[in-house]
């Protein structure tokens, strides 16, 4: 049985980590809120760029003279990118093992397929579960995105990046997966895929006619575009990357400081029992020491 001044040792040491995981949840709280209302001031204009591909979509697929290369990809899927947005930092429960899980999930499986994989880590803790298994996959890290307060110019560096590996034909599909945020207590693993552009459902594809001749062109909505359909696309279809990552970042952002704070009001209640079973614990033992020694005392007395 453990003396009453390691009792006594352990309780404080209990309190002492109560105040910390508690402070934590504040200051987690505290983040929470203004990571949340950037991801919702975000959403608007994500919403609206993803309304407008979605539209040109059929003149995007459907260019005269070929489509971008951002719009059909390399005609390949043989080498994947795989973009794993998790944080820095720790204790924050289950949110950096849940996607590490599904992205080990789907990089056995494209290897098993014969493909190739690439991965860019966005955060230290997926880096350092990774490359446990898949050390050569991975190509290049980013730490520390968004320390301070999160901005499109962190957004858009990731973005170059790819791009810049896109146009060296260093890989044909790339996809980010990340948390998204439902609430504090509910964070959703997302897989998407930002590159090439995903082909809507319901887009139909220029097709042979019955007799094998000229291909019969679905009708769509034509778009008159100005200057020029190349110069505009040139701008857009990057942009459109840096919104879906910049939006990818401000989710995982909330995610993030969501998981911590539900882990660290856990840890408080955890600890908060934990004390009152030592402290429990402690006057037992301490009344048990009494007892004993007014039985000695009694014993003595007795005998005289």
Known sequence: MPSLKDLKNRIASVKATQKI???MKMVAASKLRRAQQQAEDARPYADRMARMINS???SLFHAVGGASKLVVGTGSDQVQLLVVVTSDRG????FNSSIVREARKRINTWMREGKTVKVICVGRKGRDQLRRDFPDAIVHTYEEIGRKKLK???ADIITQHVLTMFEAEEFDVCSVIFNKFKSVICQEVTVSQLLPLPKP??????????TGGVEEVPSYAEYDFEPDQETILKEILPRNLSVQIYGTLLESAASEQGARM???DNATRNAGDMINRLTLTYNRTRQAYITKELIEIISGAEAI
């Open 21 to 23: 995981t508690s402070a």
């Open 56 to 58: 040109l979509a059929p």
């Open 91 to 94: 204790l924050c429960g289950a």
């Open 152 to 154: 499109f110019s962190d």
């Open 201 to 210: 459902a319901d887009l139909e594809l220029p097709s042979k006619d019955k």
């Open 262 to 264: 539900s882990a660290m």
